[in-house]
């Protein structure tokens, strides 16, 4: 009798250690007590309502950080609802340099608001600033949705964290500035890059380079890199018709509004790069600047994120290589932003999301830098200490953002509170002239100046660069190429009022000077607000930067930012 064949029993096939997959949670099925493999990552709901909450306490109470934000977007979206606002030499069509497509996306908004409250302009300022919320939840959602997915909820809680509260995600979330459209699609691209949706994340990248910031290209570019070289053809067709139908909508665009075929994307590098650019024009700072304001803006979560390479190798199976790919224009951005000499805090909203992910990641793996992987039961105790320290570490992080935070607002506020008490003085009839001096940089918009005030005019106080004129409909509006326009930041005669006695209202800053103001003359001019507003140059650092119980009350100094009527004769 002949026995059958011995058959050898099937070997398991494991994964190859070249193999490009990196470690994620979806490596390791979960499975629910049926035997189901269930999918333990955040859902959708928790984090789009909690930065939905954050993003709507931010547009509600977040201040104006910087007059560009004023002066080259919501003072032309101003003009496009209302034919009235300032223009500033960008907008002179003889230059071109800022794209009207960008702000049409945000007219979507703007001009069903102006129909819904007609003359309450402050409203509809607010009601665009829930837009920029909106964007900035969504794209941020999917973030922490992709994280959690790919690598877990500790890491995606964490994440979500400090996006809602560190100071700045905050305030960049509802800037109306490029550069945070910038961050918006950064968030979405690498949230889409972690989905495994390559295509979508370059497109999205296109939209954030063509749409918002063109020089953000270069944070853009690892997740843009790392998507072609996994599906290039779909990528790179998703990327060239999005690139291609942006570009041609944006030509379109200025076309139509500055009157003549140009780009306001090409002028904008040719002026920069090119033609050299002059950026020096309106001030330089140290190598150091985006160190300092990132510290102040994250605390001790920037100094983590600085230090995710050096946890890399310790994480290496969890992280890399598409963590790493997602974080690596945090280094990117910084180093090439450091080497200009013209800084703005703004320049760098493009990565402050990624800050938020590589400090979180750092914080994530503490535990790792005491695990042995030949001996898992040693260092029991300071694996149990390390991860003890993670959530410590994460309420300082939030506590101090807090205190960031609670500081800029309450400080710096007073200018948008101000301008509002502007509308219950409408007595003083049509007609009325707003002036401003030295304060003209923190002039909030003119969604903030009610219609009885006619004009806004600048009073000299001795600056020499130039200043915003309004759109001038008598020379073609948007299309206009005024002659008191130009690109070296010289001041024209025509900016200044120089007849004081037409000026109806007046906003100034009375600080704690040896000298007078034109507001202190109290025969002339009669306070109608004034609020308190913190004073930068006698005030400790310390106190003014985090908002410190009592001290902060009595240790810094404070101006009073006032607005006077002048008093009938």
């Not at 959602?141 to 890491?155: M, Q």
């Not at 940089?441 to 915003?468: A, K, T, Y």
């Amino acid at each position: 009798m002949s026995l059958p064949p011995r058959q050898r029993r099937p070997q398991p096939s494991y994964p190859s250690p070249s193999s490009s997959s990196s470690y994620t949670k979806l490596d390791k099925p979960q499975k629910s007590d049926g035997g189901e493999e269930v999918d333990k990552g955040l859902g959708w709901f928790l984090p789009f309502f909690a930065l939905g909450m954050m993003r709507y306490m931010s547009a509600s109470s977040n201040i104006i950080h910087d007059c560009d934000e004023v002066f080259n977007y919501w003072e032309p979206l101003h003009y496009l609802l209302y034919k009235s606002g300032f223009q500033t030499w960008e907008y002179s069509s003889q230059f071109a340099l800022r794209s009207y497509l960008y702000l049409l996306l945000h007219e979507i908004v703007g001009r069903p608001a102006s129909w819904i409250f007609g003359e309450e302009k402050v409203r509809v300022f607010y009601a665009v600033r829930l837009f920029l919320g909106l964007l900035s939840v969504a794209s941020e959602t999917v973030l922490v949705v992709a994280l959690s997915r790919k690598y877990g909820k500790r890491l995606a809680s964490y994440t979500l964290a400090m996006l809602c509260l560190t100071s700045g995600c905050f305030f960049a979330s509802t800037s109306f500035l490029p550069s945070s459209f910038s961050m918006y699609a950064i968030s979405l691209a690498s949230g889409l890059f972690l989905l495994d949706k390559p295509a979508a994340a370059v497109a999205v990248s296109a939209t954030g380079v063509i749409v918002g910031w063109p020089f953000s290209i270069l944070a853009f570019l690892p997740v843009t890199i790392s998507s072609l070289l996994r599906k290039f053809k779909q990528a790179f067709i998703a990327g060239a018709v999005s690139s291609i139908i942006l570009l041609v909508s944006s030509i379109l665009v200025d076309f139509y509004y500055y009157g003549r075929w140009t780009s306001s994307v090409l002028n904008l590098l040719i002026y920069n790069v090119a033609g050299g650019g002059e950026s020096h024009l309106y001030g330089t700072e140290e190598p150091s600047y985006y160190l300092r304001n990132a510290f102040n803006n994250f605390n001790f979560g920037f100094v983590l994120a600085m230090l995710f390479l050096g946890f890399l190798p310790i994480a290496k199976k969890k992280y890399a290589p598409d963590l790493l790919i997602i974080v690596s224009p945090v280094y990117i951005w910084l180093g090439f932003m450091s080497l200009q000499p013209h800084k703005e805090e703004r320049f760098l909203y493009p990565i402050y999301t990624l800050i938020c992910v590589a400090a979180s990641a750092v914080i994530e793996s503490f535990p790792d830098l005491f695990r042995d992987k030949y001996n898992p039961g040693s260092n029991y105790i300071l694996v149990k200490m390390a991860k003890i320290l993670r959530p410590v570490i994460l309420s300082l992080i939030l506590c101090f953002s807090h205190a960031r935070t609670f500081s800029l607002i309450h400080g710096y506020s007073a200018p948008m509170e101000v301008y509002k008490i502007l509308e219950h003085h409408d007595d003083a009839g049509m007609g009325s002239v707003l002036c401003v001096g030295s304060e003209w940089h923190r002039f909030p918009s003119s969604f903030f100046v009610p219609d009885f005030v006619e004009q806004v005019r600048w009073i000299d106080d001795g600056f020499r660069g130039l200043l915003p004129f309004p759109f001038n409909s008598t020379l073609g509006g948007t299309a206009a190429a005024p002659p008191y326009f130009n690109n070296k930041n010289i001041a024209s005669n025509e900016q200044y009022l120089h007849n004081i006695d037409m000026c109806s209202f007046l906003v100034e800053l009375q600080l704690k000077r040896p000298y007078l103001t034109l507001g202190s003359d109290l025969s002339t001019w009669e306070p109608i607000a004034a609020l308190p507003y913190l004073d930068r140059e006698l005030s400790p650092a310390k106190y003014r930067s985090f908002f410190i119980p009592y001290l902060w009350q009595d240790r810094n100094v404070f101006g009073m930012y006032k607005l006077l009527r002048r008093i009938p004769k």
